[in-house]
Structure formats: structure tokens, C-alpha cells
């Protein structure tokens, strides 16, 4: 069936440290796949997307970009902040008829 | 005003009661679901409903049921709580045209003692 697999967490780093999150999936075919943030306390919310293989997401200094051959969507900023501390998901989803599938989540903390 | 409504935010009941949490939102998508967290757990799917006479199970729907009572209204019923279904519960939408993206309210934290 089709999985999302994340780094374990909790990830600490200090500020203007280089992040990557890495995620790799399991799925046939050419799914849609995402990055969503979760700040403390709050629901989860769009970080980037890419829909297609060699695809490149990117938001808020945030880029994730899609490697079918290696069927991973790592991601990855230059320099984080903390207000960059949040739980990172990476998810899939085969199709927009289709529901979608959530890794387990990798905390991020980053200290002054 | 949130475009995802949960009601209620928190909640603590005792094991065997019955439990409704509510989901409204005003962003006009036909698909809804409703999501558990556990931590090291991430998001699993409980049930979801891509229109108004359209359920479906999700990975852990036992011990759950839902109500789509309308376009914008999608409930999640614990009919008997029992402890290890505290968590935190999340309700989201999405278009059909969104490629899957999706948008969540801020969730419901549920205790059961």
C-alpha cells in the first residue's frame, strides 16, 4: 500500500543552522506530494507541493523538490529561524479523487 | 473567523460516554474528513466524506461514526469513549480541483478518562 516514511524527530538545531527533513514514499504511479507545518498549537497548514516528478516546491525559504527515481521529497532550508519551530509532515496523495496519507511527523526545534 | 470550525476545542469525559465533535466550515468544499494524532503517530484517517451522501471508513474507524448533515457540517461520534481514544482530533476540507491539498481546523483535544 502507499506510505510516507520521515526522520525521526525531535530534530534541535540553532539559528541560521542548514535544515533537511528527509521523507521518502511508497506509492505506484506519479503522486501529488506535500510538506505541511504544524505550529504549536494550531492546525496543520500547506507548507509546498509538487505534482510531478522533478517538480520543485518551495515557500518561506522552504524547498522540497521531487525525485521519483530515489521516490523521495526531502526538505530542506538554508537558514532557520525559530519561529521555524513546528512539527514538519510530509504526506502523498495518488490523486485528487484520493485520500491523503501523512508520515509521522518530525519536530523541529530551533533555539537563539 | 477560521474557514475550518472545530467545536468543542477541549474536552474531558469519563470512559462509556457519548461524545459529538463538530466540524463546520465556510470555504465551500464538498470533501471533509476527520483525522486523529497521536504523538509518533502522525495524522490516520477515521472517516471521510467527498459529498453530502458520500461516506467512508478510513485506516481506524472502529469505535467511531459520522453525520454529514450538510455541505458545510461533518460530525464524529464517539458512541462509547474509551481511554485510548485520547487525542487529538482534526477536521479538514478539500476541493475537488485542489490536487489534494488540504485545510485543517485547529483541533479538538479529547480526554477520556
Known amino acids: 500500500g502507499n506510505s510516507v516514511t520521515q526522520m525521526e524527530g525531535p530534530v534541535t538545531l540553532s539559528e541560521e543552522a542548514f535544515l533537511t527533513i528527509n521523507c521518502t514514499y511508497t506509492?505506484?504511479?506519479?503522486?501529488?506530494l506535500f510538506w505541511y507545518v504544524q505550529y504549536p498549537g494550531e492546525g496543520l497548514q500547506l507548507l509546498l507541493k509538487?505534482?510531478?516528478?522533478?517538480d520543485k516546491g518551495s515557500n518561506k525559504g522552504f524547498e522540497a523538490t521531487y525525485r521519483k527515481e530515489t521516490t523521495s521529497f526531502h526538505l530542506e532550508k538554508g537558514s532557520v529561524q525559530v519561529s521555524d519551530s513546528a512539527v514538519y509532515f510530509c504526506?502523498?496523495?495518488?490523486?485528487?479523487?484520493?485520500?491523503?496519507?501523512f508520515g509521522p511527523g518530525t519536530s523541529l526545534s530551533v533555539i537563539p | 473567523d477560521a474557514d475550518v470550525t472545530q467545536t468543542p476545542r477541549n474536552r474531558i469525559t469519563k470512559t462509556g460516554k457519548r461524545i459529538m465533535l463538530e466540524c463546520s466550515q465556510t470555504?465551500?468544499?464538498?470533501?471533509m474528513y476527520w483525522y486523529r494524532q497521536d504523538p509518533g503517530l502522525g495524522l490516520r484517517l477515521i472517516y471521510y466524506?467527498?459529498?453530502?451522501?458520500?461516506?467512508n471508513k478510513g485506516e481506524i474507524s472502529d469505535g467511531y461514526s459520522v453525520s454529514r448533515q450538510a455541505q458545510a457540517k461533518f460530525s464524529l461520534s464517539l458512541e462509547s469513549a474509551i481511554p485510548n481514544q485520547t487525542a487529538l482530533y482534526f477536521c479538514?476540507?478539500?476541493?475537488?480541483?485542489?490536487?489534494?491539498?488540504?485545510?485543517f481546523g485547529e483541533g479538538s483535544r479529547l480526554t477520556v478518562l
Open positions: 479538514a476540507t478539500s476541493d475537488l480541483n485542489g490536487n489534494g491539498e488540504l485545510f
Open positions: 506509492a505506484t504511479g506519479y503522486p501529488s
Open positions: 509538487a505534482t510531478k516528478a522533478d
Open positions: 504526506a502523498l496523495a495518488k490523486t485528487s479523487y484520493d485520500k491523503v496519507i
Open positions: 470555504k465551500g468544499h464538498d470533501r
Open positions: 466524506s467527498f459529498d453530502v451522501k458520500d461516506i
